[in-house]
């Protein structure tokens, strides 16, 4: 059973003839120990699917019409409220783009870190009250655990900050982006999830700080076994950290495959537009090609294909047929007739 299984999700926005569905029937899983990468440009949907995996999308004014969630075994879609909280953290944990503005400018990061593990951590109820400040798990040659900044020394450490027992008692605006964002992800693995959602974790960073968190998720992904959710605009970055890569475009998956394949042989017209508009180091001297148009309105979406007003490849009847997302080869999925 995968970790992650989404079955043909529908979301809305508003109700009645106002309504605009951002998620439109996206299947999408998650192995236990797999990266899968959710490409696409702003607007696709790809950060409201993503917060729909724990029910973070408020309701209203998002309403879920359909489709299933489903996260360790159990439908999300049907949980309580008390359920919700225990797998927020506890399951499945988020990495946003902007750490500066996820930090609460006001409180030390060591403070805002051992927020976390008294959520989900629970204390030993047999402690003595000086040790009151321990940590319910203890681990070998340390019966009694840690206490909460010994824990989060830990968690600094693991993310590659230095000096964690200076830095701990930092203010978010005394961290760079990088540092900031090594925050967040301490942050995140303070309830050791099987889940983690980056959701675009390097756009504010620069290329070097870049290379280090995608080094940084794919190191702790290999030490910790847990399985990562990537969402990313380009797919210059995912080639040495996905297995897999879906690609969305207004609100639907029009691509699914293993990452190596995709990057070597894209079969839809988006993706391929995707991964010419990147850069290549040592190519000559060029124009960048950019994609035409931008991402239809949600409220005012093409007949037929969604894409066939920006494709190359569009035929006749591409603005009449609704496509389906169908097989074409051996776990390849493409939302396109003229793939070929």
């Not at 070998?140 to 968690?155: D, F, M, P, W």
């Amino acid at each position: 059973m995968p970790l992650l299984e989404i079955k043909n999700l529908r979301l809305e926005f508003g109700s009645g003839e106002n309504a605009v569905r951002a998620v439109d029937d996206v299947s999408l899983s998650i192995e236990a120990g797999e990266t899968v990468c959710l490409v696409g440009e702003s607007g696709s949907g790809k950060s409201v699917t993503a917060l729909s995996i724990a029910r973070l999308v408020p309701s209203p004014p998002a309403r879920y019409v359909s489709g299933e969630i489903r996260l360790d075994g159990r439908d999300v879609l049907k949980m309580s409220k008390v359920e919700l909280r225990h797998i927020r953290g506890g399951v499945v944990s988020y990495v946003f783009q902007e750490p500066g503005a996820s930090l609460n400018p006001v409180f030390r990061v060591g403070n805002q870190i051992k927020e976390t593990l008294k959520l989900h951590k629970p204390r030993t109820p047999n402690l003595s009250p000086s040790d009151r400040e321990r940590v319910a798990k203890p681990e070998e040659g340390h019966s009694r655990g840690r206490t909460y900044n010994e824990e989060v020394i830990r968690l600094l450490k693991l993310v590659g900050i230095p000096a964690p027992e200076l830095r701990l008692k930092d203010y978010p605006h005394q961290l760079s982006g990088g540092m900031q964002q090594r925050v967040m992800i301490a942050m995140a693995l303070a309830s050791q999830p099987k889940l983690l959602v980056a959701d675009e974790p390097t756009t504010a960073l620069d290329v070097t700080i870049q290379a280090q968190m995608l080094d940084l998720l794919r190191d702790l992904k290999r030490r910790l076994g847990m399985s990562i959710l990537l969402i990313t605009h380009s797919l210059g970055i995912v080639g040495d950290i996905a297995d897999r890569v879906a690609v969305m475009y207004a609100g639907q998956l029009v691509e699914l495959a293993p990452a190596k394949e995709l990057l070597r042989r894209p079969l839809h017209p988006y993706t391929q537009a995707l991964i010419n508009s990147v850069p290549g180091l040592g190519a000559e001297t060029q124009r960048l090609r950019a994609i035409p148009g931008n991402v239809p309105q949600l409220d005012a979406l093409p007949s037929g294909c969604r894409f066939h007003p920006r494709c190359p490849k569009a035929q006749a009847d591409c603005s009449q047929k609704v496509p389906g997302l169908i097989e074409v080869e051996s776990n390849r999925w493409v939302r396109c007739p003229y793939w070929k």
